[in-house]
């Protein structure tokens, strides 16, 4: 299950899976996998994300999961 929402704003945001890994303090692989639906961000880590790069965004949408 895909993050299709934020892999698409990361993309507009200019923002790339080695910002989010240094924001959250996880690999940047780890990231690449869980935006591909291997694994899962935690509530925290996904908030944390939201707040720094997606302020304007709802997180339900960020974070909504596609098959």
């Known amino acids: 299950m895909a993050l299709t ?3 698409k704003e ?8 080695e910002m ?7 690999h ?4 690449a996998n869980r ?3 291997v694994g899962k961000f935690s509530i925290e ?4 994300i939201q707040k720094q ?3 304007t965004l709802g ?4 974070f909504k999961q596609e098959k």
């Open 28 to 31: 940047r692989n780890t990231i």
């Open 20 to 26: 989010l890994s240094e924001k959250i303090g996880v």
């Open 59 to 62: 997180i339900e949408y960020l």
């Open 45 to 48: 880590e996904a908030f944390a």
């Open 53 to 55: 790069f997606f302020p």
């Open 35 to 37: 935006l591909s639906g």
């Open 10 to 17: 990361m993309a507009a945001f200019k923002v790339s899976n």
């Open 5 to 7: 929402n934020l892999v």
